[in-house]
């Protein structure tokens, strides 16, 4: 791509817009994805606010939904991104889509140090395949093979069937696939899912609880000043450890597990704490390959744009 490339990363909460020129990323800004009834409406009103943007002929977006050539519709909002209206209403000449977390694993060998918090674990291997997944409206889950310049494997992982790691989780389990169904891992560890893991332990406990969103829990819980925030986000964490040990071992993952999204950033110093690591590590014969596997918590804000830009560069 030549010229400056627009690169956006597109949330069921948030969409995120920069311009990428002379290989430097410009202000990230932020948009609320339930503020506006189209894609287009947003990306409208950041081209119009520099005249400048009106310029771009180059897209690259990273959508948090499956990926049909160039169309998505996004897993958990009610947005529609679509290469070809994009190109008839804003007259881009080329539009790239891919998946949000695909971008996301792009980034992982380029993020810096500084942006990363060890979980455990021994030295990753630099050859071997990297692994990236994460809960935030959803749970995307991709991974890095560094390989013949490096390949991208992306997937829809996030919606596997979870199985439970204890009777507890099993009573869980069995009283959201009464409401739900099919139970993925994507109903217990999203933003979505923390509030469905509260009322759910709720009502096996016999409470009548006021309605939280998931970030009042998760500060109830750090905080200690709900009990049943604090189990909510207890399970939570153990769930991501040990569907995230499941992934390291479907992918022999030891170029290291990177865990980001938005939800985990904001208990940085609850996570380590909590039994994730320890259910990452408990898979039986196979509990000596994946305590070897480092695990990594992104702390950076926007790994996406990360990605984005390399694969800009590679384009």
Not at 286 to 297: D, F, G, N, T
Request: aromatic share 8%; glycine share 12%; proline share 4%.
């Amino acid at each position: 791509m030549t010229g400056p490339t627009l690169l956006a990363d597109v949330g069921g909460t948030n969409v995120r817009f920069a311009v990428l020129a002379d290989g430097a990323i410009g202000p990230i800004e932020h948009f609320r994805v339930a503020e506006y009834q189209r894609f287009e409406d947003a990306l409208a009103l950041y081209l119009k606010a520099d005249s400048r943007r009106k310029a771009i002929r180059s897209v690259i977006l990273a959508v948090a939904g499956v990926v049909e050539g160039d169309h998505s519709a996004l897993t958990n909002s009610p947005w529609v991104v679509d290469a070809k209206t994009l190109r008839g209403q804003f007259g881009f000449a080329d539009v790239k889509l891919i998946n949000d977390f695909e971008a996301v694993a792009w980034s992982l060998p380029r993020l810096p140090e500084i942006g990363l918090r060890k979980l455990g674990g021994g030295d990753r291997r630099t050859e071997a395949l990297m692994l990236a997944l994460g809960p935030g409206t959803g749970l995307g889950v991709a991974a890095y093979v560094p390989q013949a310049g490096g390949l991208v494997l992306h997937s829809e992982g996030g919606h596997v069937t979870l199985a439970g790691g204890s009777p507890r989780e099993d009573a869980i389990i069995a009283l959201l696939r009464s409401r739900f169904g099919h139970v993925s891992a994507e109903r217990v560890l999203s933003g979505p899912g923390l509030q469905n893991l509260y009322r759910t332990i709720a009502a096996l406990d016999g409470l009548s609880l006021p309605e939280l969103r998931a970030s009042e829990i998760s500060r109830a819980a750090i905080a200690g000043t709900c009990a049943t925030s604090r189990a909510s986000l207890d399970i939570f964490c153990g769930v991501l450890g040990d569907v995230a040990g499941n992934f390291a071992l479907a992918f022999g993952a030891e170029g290291g597990v990177f865990v980001g999204g938005g939800i985990v950033p904001h208990m940085r110093d609850y996570l380590p704490t909590s039994q994730f690591r320890a259910r990452f590590d408990a898979k039986g014969r196979m509990s000596a390959y994946v305590e070897a596997i480092p695990v990594y918590l992104i702390l950076h804000d926007d790994p996406a744009f990360i990605g984005l830009t390399s694969i800009a560069e590679r384009n």
